[in-house]
């Protein structure tokens, strides 16, 4: 056990660096209104978290102020007592989707909704999609620190790769203190995000000096064979262990606590000897921050939820939710003496995770995993404090996290909302409104599949399309058949065999019975999705990608791989029951969203008197064997084309300059 809390010699009150004057009144919390001991529920064998009925001696080191940071003194009050600036806890569990919360409480006590997280009032859920589509852990804690997306791997710089002020530095501005933990590498894409300016998340040696030569007050995690060559000319007080970190003393330096070679072991694998737990290190980081008058900015992240979910070893995966869960526990029982803004997300939820809701207790539930990277289902959001009622009951991208919390650190009494781009989401209502919608009820057998309406839009980025409807899991292959000189009738047709066939979208392109009867129409690309399968930017599969003619048009030998990106809403994929947001024929919103970028679609540029782009949606099986009589612009007839050609009869066609701008806007032709 960490001994946190120590007796002062004399019984008297402390003192801080940053105010020599009056005394700030750091007596712990009353544990009775405290959150209920999850760890006594469950058996769970884990550190014990410091005895808060003992007092807090300031002066000898943990709890005390770490440095004078700059800003002015929140000042004294009538009583004589130093105003507290603002707490602001960031909690962030990689990887974490609902039903990895849903588990953990299962896990812990056999029924799903007894996490202390899922006490706090306000809750939410958040879209995570970064500017390549499914995002990753570097864009993601981005987003939450700056209010920017970014692309995958960058950290703390916008999409022009310009450095923007994070939440740690608003909040160093403010002369507030600051405080990162992590049970990863301190290197690792979450917590560095949250304070370094680094173009590529894997350079753990550039991302180190950034650290060091501006470190945060307080930072706890693993790597340190990412910073001992460093260390020698650093000016860190550097803690390697529990024992360390008890007897730390604040001397004018950073406390630096590097407790892992690199990244923590897995809880159910056991900890090394003195090696504190995420919830030990949450509340180091809270005794030492809590004495700034000027308030603090804490992250907290539990970072190897990810790394099991990654693995699919759901013998791993809920120990490390409930170890974010107890560091949850120690800044709930913590707050319940001071106001304070805590707010509990997830950068992306990771595995496309499934779980029995009910089980018993210490007992892993039944558990399915779709696959081993990230997904775009929604995550969750729990909060706390004033400013937090922002987050109740929203579906909101996950920007509004940075609003509220910025708007906490800054002393605001309001949040103003974010501004997001245009990003392949899936949530189509930022590409405008539907160009055309579906006309005839689905007939594609006892499945769940529909498309519904069509947006169309362009930038200088490329194409972009969202498409509305309702995708089932494994048993579709949603096309979009694209026409890249429109009125030339050049591109393939019916019959086409790729000569360099490569799996599955290839099947499909090859059984795909279609013929063109709208005048001067021939495809000459194809954007698919087997079984609603994303696409992230750079990554082809063989069930999702983009195919296109080179070379010579027409010479289906000359098909290759061109780079998109798409992306499926959450509450739009069928998986073995009907869709949460599926309305009536015509009538559902969000669903399939895709970015065609305007170099994949002209390599060597759109042409310099702009282009006219005329494209259909259509939907098969997942071989393209069997043609449903979904697709857009709807079918003329309702008959089923089944295994039958059918005839495209009208596209939607959008014009554009050399820059990509529209200058005719998307329309059905004719």
């Known amino acids: 056990m960490i001994a946190l809390l120590l007796f002062a010699c004399d019984g ?30 469950s058996g769970r064998d884990t550190a014990d978290t410091g005895d808060s009925g003992d007092s807090v001696d300031t002066d000898s080191g943990v709890g005390a102020e770490t440095g004078d940071t700059g800003g002015d003194d929140t000042g004294d009050t009538d009583t004589g007592e130093v105003v507290a600036g603002p707490a602001v806890i960031l909690f962030i569990g990689d990887g974490m989707g609902f039903e990895h919360v849903e588990g953990g409480g299962v896990y812990l006590t056999g029924a799903a909704g007894s996490l202390t997280m899922e006490t706090l009032p306000f809750q939410g859920r958040l879209r995570t999609a970064s500017l390549s589509g499914l995002t990753d852990s570097a864009a993601s804690s981005t987003a939450y620190a700056t209010g920017n997306k970014t692309y995958n791997g960058m950290l703390g710089l916008d999409r022009d790769g ?25 290197t690792g894409a979450t917590p560095s995000a949250q304070w370094v300016h680094v173009e590529d998340r894997g350079d753990s040696e550039v991302i180190a000096e950034a650290y060091l030569a501006d470190m945060p007050d307080v930072a706890f995690g693993g790597g340190y064979l990412a910073f001992e ?12 262990d529990a024992s360390d970190l008890a007897a730390a003393a604040y001397d004018g330096r950073p406390l630096l606590g590097l407790f892992a070679d690199d990244t923590f072991p897995f809880v159910a694998d056991g900890y090394e000897a003195d090696q504190p737990t995420l919830a030990e290190m949450t509340e180091a980081a809270l005794a030492w921050l809590e004495g700034d008058p000027d308030g603090f900015f804490l992250l907290v992240e539990g970072a190897r939820i990810d790394h099991a979910s990654h693995g699919n070893d759901e013998d791993s995966v809920y120990d490390e939710v ?26 992306h939820e990771c595995g496309g995770l499934t779980v029995d809701s009910t089980g ?24 706390t404090g004033t400013l937090a009622t922002a987050l109740d009951g929203i579906r909101e991208d996950q920007l509004w996290v940075h609003e509220v919390l910025a708007a906490a650190i800054d002393g605001a009494t309001s949040v103003t909302a974010p501004t997001v781009p245009t990003l392949v989401d899936g949530y189509t209502d930022d590409l405008g409104a539907q160009v055309t919608t579906q006309t005839q009820a689905t007939s594609f057998g006892a499945s769940y599949n529909q498309l519904d309406g069509l947006r169309v839009t362009a930038d200088g980025d490329g194409l972009y399309l969202g498409i509305d409807g309702v995708f089932e899991r494994g048993d579709n292959a949603a096309m979009v058949l694209l026409d890249l000189d429109y009125g030339s009738s050049t591109g393939w047709g019916a019959g086409t065999t790729l000569a360099d066939a490569l799996g599955e979208v290839d099947a499909a392109i090859t059984e795909l019975g279609i013929s063109v009867s709208a005048s001067g129409v021939g495809f000459d690309a194809v954007s698919a999705s087997l079984g609603a399968q994303e696409c992230e930017e750079g990554l082809l599969t063989e069930e999702a990608g983009l195919r296109g003619l080179t070379g010579d048009v027409g010479r289906p030998e000359d098909f290759a791989w061109w780079d998109m990106i798409s992306n499926f809403d959450d509450g739009n994929i069928a998986e073995g029951s009907a869709s949460a947001d599926a309305g009536s024929t015509g009538l559902t919103e969000n669903g399939w969203e895709m970015l065609l970028p305007w170099d994949s679609l002209y390599p060597t540029g759109i042409p310099a008197s702009g282009t006219t782009v005329a494209l259909v949606v259509v939907l098969a099986d997942d071989d393209g064997s069997y043609i449903s009589n979904q697709a857009l612009p709807p079918l003329s007839s309702s008959t089923e084309p089944g295994n039958d050609a059918v005839s495209i009869e009208s596209v939607v066609t959008i014009s554009v300059d050399a820059t990509g701008t529209v200058t005719t806007a998307a329309a059905v032709v004719p």
Do not use: C
């Open 12 to 41: 008297g009150e402390a003192t801080y660096p940053k105010d020599s004057g009056e005394p700030v009144d750091s007596s712990p919390p009353d544990t009775d209104s405290a959150p209920p001991d999850s760890e006594a529920d």
């Open 229 to 240: 060559d460093l260390l020698a000319t650093a000016s860190v007080n550097l803690v390697r």
């Open 360 to 383: 018993t207790a210490g007992v892993v539930p039944a558990t399915e995993w779709r696959w081993g990277k990230h997904t775009n289902a929604d995550v969750p959001v729990f909060a």
């Open 162 to 186: 310009v450095e923007i002020q994070n939440l740690g530095e608003r909040a160093r501005a403010m002369g507030m203190s600051v405080g990162l933990v992590t049970t990863d590498d301190l």
């Open 322 to 347: 409930l170890s974010l869960d107890d560091a949850v526990s120690v800044a709930m029982t913590w707050a319940a003496s001071r106001d304070a803004t805590i707010v509990v997300t997830a950068d």
